[in-house]
Every structure is written in C-alpha cells, then in structure tokens.
C-alpha cells in the first residue's frame, strides 16, 4: 500500500482520477445534508416547541396533544436508519419518483432527524428559568410573544449546540444511506472503498467527512458562544 501512495502521488493521473471520483460524492453529501438538515430543523422545532409548551403548567397546557405527538417522536427514535430508510422507501419513491440517488435520500434523512431535533428542542427550553416565562405572562405578553421574543432567544445557544449535533449526525446518516444506492461519500466507501479495494479512496473519504464534521463543529460553537448571554 505504502509503494501505490508513492508510485500515485506523482501521477498526475492518479489526482484526476481521484477528482473524478470524489468530487461529485462531496456535492451529493452536501446536498443531502443541507436539505435533510433545513426539513428537519424546521420540522423538528415546530414540533419541539409544542412539546415544550403543552407540558404540565405550561403555557398551553394539553396533554392528549403532548402525549401523541410525544409517543410519535419516541418510535421515530427508536427505529434504527438503516431499517428506517427502506421502510420508507414508498415515501421517497411518492415525493421525489424514485428510492434510489442523493434527492430520494433526503426523505429518510428528514424523517430520521425530527424526532432527535424535536426533543432537542424540548430539552433546550425545558432548561429555561419559569421565572421569565411567568414574568412575561405577568406583563401581558401572548402565547405566541413569549415563544418567539422570550423561550427561542433565551434558549438560543442550547438550541444552536442541538442543532450542530443534529447535522453531525446527519452527516453520519447519509454515509449509511450511500450503503444502500443514496449516494455521496458512503456510496463511493462502499464501490470503491471495500468492492474495489481502493483504500486510497476510503481514507480519502474518511478525511473529508471528518473535515466536514470539524467545520460544523467549529461554526455551530461560534454562533453558540455569540448567542450566550451570561
């Protein structure tokens, strides 16, 4: 291994090749994961937030909803990505036409991510001080006042740090889904990486996915320490 690095690293074949390979895998894992990301943070803090405030004494108190929506987000936790992108493989097929390439991906990538996002969420604003909120309350503030100008701002750093894990993660999950015909890095580890023997290409692929969870890492800290108040 160590004489096909030395004897490719002066070939400038060798860079093309690999150009051609990776490339295309990288803007297929960024298109995956910035789309599946926008969904199911959107989603998630939607559904997030009314976990939070139907709870017990909370703003808009309602259990029955709690409760359903709540028992929604466990079993989407509870079911592994793997078998969760084929079973909803009619879902893809239905949305975008087909259960096979990056695009199709992006719906189990969504719908695997919402439930984690949506009890982030919770957890964050759970973490909220119920002085402020009682004291907006206080002041005559609305339901829909106190979550957009108290619970988000306030929660906000806890909220971003939830949102950097969430892309990490699907980061992750979109090198599974390229096992199974999603594309992107995981579908080239898979063709290249293990059923050509090309171990160049599976370190290769390795770094830039570790790049790329560094770089998320790295922004979602910054916004998160910008945000911080105390």
């Not at 309602?62 to 028992?71: D, E, S």
């Not at 439930?115 to 309350?137: C, H, M, Q, W």
């Not at 909220?159 to 390229?178: D, E, H, V």
């Amino acid at each position: 291994m160590r004489e096909f690095f030395e004897e490719s690293l002066k070939s400038p074949e060798y860079w093309a090749d690999i150009h051609k390979i990776i490339t295309p895998a990288v803007g297929s894992t960024i298109y995956m994961v910035f789309f599946s990301s926008l969904f199911s943070i959107v989603i998630g803090c939607i559904l997030g937030i009314i976990l939070y405030v139907t709870q017990k004494d909370n703003i808009l108190e309602n259990a029955p909803v709690n409760n359903i929506i709540g028992t929604i987000v466990n079993i989407g936790r509870s079911v592994p990505f793997v078998i969760l992108m084929i079973a909803v493989f009619p879902l893809s097929k239905f949305i975008v036409g087909t259960s096979i390439g990056s695009t199709a991906s992006i719906v189990p990538l969504t719908v695997a991510a919402i439930p984690f996002v949506a009890r982030l969420i919770e957890t964050s604003l759970n973490e909220l001080d119920k002085g402020i909120i009682e004291a907006s309350v206080s002041m005559g503030a609305n339901e829909a006042q106190i979550i957009t100008k108290v619970m988000l701002p306030e929660a906000a750093p806890s909220i971003i740090s939830g949102i950097t894990i969430t892309i990490i993660n699907i980061i992750g999950y979109s090198a599974m889904a390229g096992t199974i015909g999603g594309g992107g890095l995981g579908d080239v580890c898979i063709r290249y990486g293990y059923q050509r023997s090309r171990t160049d290409i599976l370190i290769y692929s390795v770094i830039i996915m570790i790049v790329m969870v560094q770089i998320i890492q790295c922004i979602g800290n910054f916004f998160a320490r910008r945000l911080d108040k105390r």
